[in-house]
């Protein structure tokens, strides 16, 4: 927590640094081409786990520079980054188009042509927890135990909008969108607070601000994901014969694939980020500052079945409205041979939706990012980035949410001016 607030005051500190540097605008240069006598290029930005890549800068820190009228790069990428909850690894393949409009204005396009997704830890994730999903336990593929909403049922609950323990084994298996499911077995004439057997997965339920609730299946905090047992011990006298002893309420789920359900997915062109970069100050001076606007949507949705299979797939969050992100960049030209970039971002996202109920209220994401880069030569160009993401806003509890701070160190040759490649 306090690295990452030191990191935000340490970028907006360069940015205002980058400002201070004083300009050095030669008049009667030629704004439309680059001086043959600059070592540096200019290459699109990869992005992937968090930053959207597309514009150009840096690995995933966007610099001040834009394209000039006319000029335009293509670019494809392969990326492996790690998040938790669920140590999970992911593997992206972005690609992108850009192109300047003026010589202040470039626009760009960037979309996943390939996503794959492995959960090293899937006990630790909701979304393995849902009625269509097995898990191995006890040398077999069973329903896994899991903390839910209690369900709807003939007869009244004695245990109305509570959290039930779901026992190990007890949920036939249901497909999305989970309504009028069985929610479990009947032990002893009792099943989750109903005097008799019979207990369904209920329609769902308007919830607060934030996500509905879906009894039988979702967590007692709203959403449709449920809350998580890691661990649970033999109790012969009671319904389904265990009990939760390391459990969690609230769903855990990953931002970046909530849903989630299988160890290893596939998945290729779910994301789509279109968008500008627009620079503020003159395209001749060693400062340059601006700002980028963006559009993330994405193909598959929760809106039907086989689009929830997609995201069940790890191929995206699938927001329903799509995304509005918003990033403040500013670089400064510190030697012919070092160039300091900083970036601060922030992304409102969608929540995800079905038939007008939302399944889970997303997070919105705070970025803060530095970069600094070495154009030893017109062909050598060492690069080392610090980034965080935090996760902000209202949104559905997440009960292992993480945070990430990462640190990327590289470089960019290039064989030729209009041509390069990154490691």
């Known amino acids: 927590m306090k690295l990452a607030y030191r990191v935000f005051i340490a970028t907006l500190v360069l940015i205002t640094l980058a400002f201070a540097v004083s300009a050095q605008t030669t008049t009667g240069r030629d704004n439309s081409k680059r001086s043959a006598k600059d070592p540096r290029n200019t290459a699109p930005t990869v992005g992937t786990g968090g930053p959207m890549g597309g514009a150009t800068g840096l690995f995933t820190v966007y610099d001040g520079q834009t394209l000039r009228k006319g000029e335009f790069t293509f670019s494809i990428a392969y990326s492996n980054f790690d998040r938790d909850p669920g140590n999970a690894d992911f593997v992206e393949v972005p690609a992108s188009f850009q192109i300047g409009v003026t010589n202040n204005i470039e626009l760009f396009f960037n ?10 830890s899937p006990r630790n994730l909701s979304g393995f927890y849902l009625p269509n999903s097995r898990v191995f336990i006890n ?24 959290a039930i323990f779901r026992p190990t084994g007890t949920s036939p298996f249901c497909q999305f969108p989970y309504n009028g499911c069985i929610a479990g077995t009947t032990l002893n004439g009792v099943t989750f607070g109903f005097p008799s057997g ?18 039988g299946v979702g967590s ?36 970046d694939a909530p849903f989630i359900n299988r160890t290893y997915g596939e998945s290729a062109f779910n994301t789509f980020t279109a968008g500008g970069k627009f620079r503020l100050t003159n395209v001749n001076s060693p400062v340059g500052a601006g700002f980028i606007a963006a559009y993330r949507f994405y193909a598959d949705s929760a809106g039907d079945a086989s689009g929830f299979n997609q995201l069940q797939r790890g191929a995206s969050p699938g927001g329903k409205r799509g995304d509005v992100l918003v990033t403040a960049f500013a ?50 160009q060492p690069i080392a980035e610090f980034r965080t993401l935090r996760y902000v806003g209202g949104r559905t509890p997440n009960a292992f949410e993480n945070n990430p701070k990462e640190g990327l160190i590289g470089a960019r040759i290039f064989p030729v001016r209009w041509a390069g490649v990154g490691f």
């Open 198 to 215: 019979g207990a369904l997965t209920g329609s769902p339920r308007i919830g607060g601000n934030g996500a509905d609730n879906f009894p």
């Open 139 to 162: 040398g077999a593929f069973r329903s896994a135990p899991a903390i839910i909403l209690s369900p709807a049922g003939s007869g009244t609950s004695f245990l109305p909008n509570s």
């Open 220 to 255: 007692v905090y709203g959403s449709i994901l449920p809350g998580v047992v890691l661990q649970t011990v033999p109790a012969a006298t009671v319904l389904g014969r265990e009990l939760p002893t390391v459990f969690t309420l609230a769903p855990s789920y990953l931002p």
């Open 331 to 380: 670089d400064a030209r510190l030697r012919k041979w070092a160039n300091l970039s900083a970036n601060v971002g922030y992304h409102w996202n969608s929540s995800v939706k079905n038939n007008g109920f939302t399944l889970l209220d997303r997070p919105d994401e705070l970025l803060a990012s530095i970069g600094v880069d070495f154009p030893v030569n017109k062909y050598f």
């Open 111 to 120: 979309t996943d042509a390939y996503r794959a997704v492995k959960v090293n």
